[in-house]
């Protein structure tokens, strides 16, 4: 028997469905697309106890030395597309585009849907943002909300080395020139080591949590050189203001400046598709990030002078970055990573930060390793890298790496490309540490298999990606 408050309710939504069309929602745009990417599958590691698959990279590096043994990702990707009333007079070309990201943390796997596996279960909503480009026709583009506003990357490093801008804020582009503004802040914990961006408001009486917002400016320019050739400047700014008379605790202001090129060259070979990047980059004062994995300049890196401030910090990083498509049978796909960081206090090794920990305040990182695609047949590719990585934290010893990975992959696509998707890989992988990285236990894999000198991983993958 069905209750009688939802008989009657299921009786009014019936009537409310059959009124006239003006009682109703109507979806009128019809303008929608939707896009994906992601990397799912298993890992398994024999010389951890529990077998779970873990990342062999040197800790504080991310994914420099490959990303085949990364872990779980799915992004969805919807976007609406608007027309101008006048479409017939008006190309200006609207979209809204959000994009749901899903990750798992601490080893479990998305498809996991227990209450445990929830909890290590990461939903984010990193973009979120209107663009309307070629305004009434003109040069002339326009963007405001959150989003992903990132360029080239080292793919198998899972590396954007130049001009990730990734935050929330607004910009304006005319022709191959924009300007844009950005506003990223965080909730302070005890696992960063960003400039604290939360402190107590007091000026109620009372202490109310709040947050002072990074200013960022950004202006790039990117201008051909010949058919072949084109380049693109970065300049930035960056600002933080003082939080003292209603302030608990008090922080004094602080900024920072960027400045970068990236060489851009389309290469000439018997396959097509193949080119060489080349970027340096050089960070001052709070603008001296990133570290682990992370190019992004306002994730500062070290720790504060006495003062509180990031006087003196620096960040220099080069970037090669090579694709050569040599014939139908084989693509080499190298690269090499080279960063020199140091934050404001006065000295290369351990300092105290906001936090009262000692960290390390300067660190030096190298990455060089490439792929190898040999295209057994159209849906048939052997995929092999190799890696060597290194750090080096204060006046520690290097930490130092080489991995080798060999992933014969399905591609149900037949495209003889570097970037056919999606792929079905079994990977195999095994690292080998020094000593340094072997007693320091200096990895997501060697912190829970403990001090070895060889470490292996085992997988299967499935990696696709439609936009």
């Known amino acids: 028997m069905i209750p009688g408050f939802i008989y009657r309710l299921i009786i009014i939504s019936v009537l409310l469905i059959g009124t006239s069309g003006k009682s109703q929602i109507v979806i009128t745009n019809k303008n929608f697309s939707f896009g994906t990417t992601g990397r799912i599958g298993f890992g398994y590691s024999p010389d951890i106890e529990g077998h779970t698959g873990r990342q062999l990279n040197l800790l504080g590096q991310g994914s420099l030395g490959g990303r085949m043994d990364q872990g779980d990702y799915v992004d969805l990707l919807p976007a609406f597309h608007f027309m ?11 979209d809204f585009q959000v994009r749901l990201a899903f990750y798992s943390s601490n080893g479990t796997f998305l498809g996991n849907v227990h209450s445990g596996s929830i909890n290590g279960m990461i939903v984010s909503l990193p973009e979120a943002f209107v663009e309307a480009r070629n305004i009434v026709g003109s ?24 001009d990730d801008h990734s935050s929330q804020g607004f910009g304006v582009k005319y022709n191959k020139t924009s300007f844009s503004m950005f506003f990223p802040a965080a909730i302070d914990t005890t696992s960063s080591n960003v400039t604290p961006y939360s402190y107590a408001n007091i000026i109620s009486g009372s202490k ?22 084109s380049v693109k400047l970065l300049a930035e700014y960056h600002y933080v203001s003082a939080v ?23 290469l000439n070979t018997k396959k097509t598709g193949s080119f060489n990047q080349f970027a340096v980059r050089y960070g001052t ?47 080499l ?22 936090y009262d920990r000692e960290i390390y305040n300067k660190k030096t990182d190298l990455a060089v390793g490439g792929r190898l695609i040999y295209y057994v047949t159209n849906w048939f590719h052997m995929i092999t890298e190799l890696h060597y990585t290194s750090r080096k934290e204060g006046y520690n010893p290097e930490a130092q790496m080489v991995k080798l990975a060999l992933a014969p992959t399905i591609v149900p ?7 056919a998707r999606p792929h079905l890989r079994f990977i195999a992988e095994v690292a080998r540490y020094n000593n340094y990285a072997k007693n320091a236990m200096y990895s997501p894999f060697l912190e829970q298999a403990g001090h070895k000198r060889l470490g292996t991983y085992f997988g299967i993958r499935s990696e696709w990606w439609v936009f």
């Open 244 to 266: 003292r008379k209603n302030a608990d605790p008090t922080y004094p202001s602080d900024y920072g400046f960027v400045a970068g090129a990236k060489l851009s060259s389309q």
């Open 208 to 229: 109310v949590l709040a947050y002072r917002q990074r200013e960022v400016m950004v202006a790039e320019h990117s201008f051909t050189i010949t058919k072949q050739h």
């Open 285 to 331: 004062g709070i603008a001296n990030g990133g570290d682990s994995g992370s190019t992004q300049t306002w994730r500062t890196f070290g720790a504060p002078n006495v003062e509180g401030k990031y006087k003196g910090a620096y960040s220099f990083t080069a970037v090669e970055h090579l694709m050569l498509n040599l014939s139908d049978r084989i693509s």
């Open 413 to 419: 696509t037949a495209e003889r490309s570097p970037w």
């Open 84 to 94: 101008p009333v006048h479409a017939n007079k008006d190309s200006t070309a609207i």
């Open 139 to 162: 040069p002339w583009t326009v963007w405001a909300g959150a989003r992903y506003m990132r360029y080239d990357d080292v793919h198998i490093a899972d590396y954007f080395y130049f």
């Open 333 to 354: 796909n190298p690269y090499a990573v080279y960063t020199q960081s140091r934050g404001g206090a006065a000295t290369n090794g351990k300092a105290i930060d906001f």
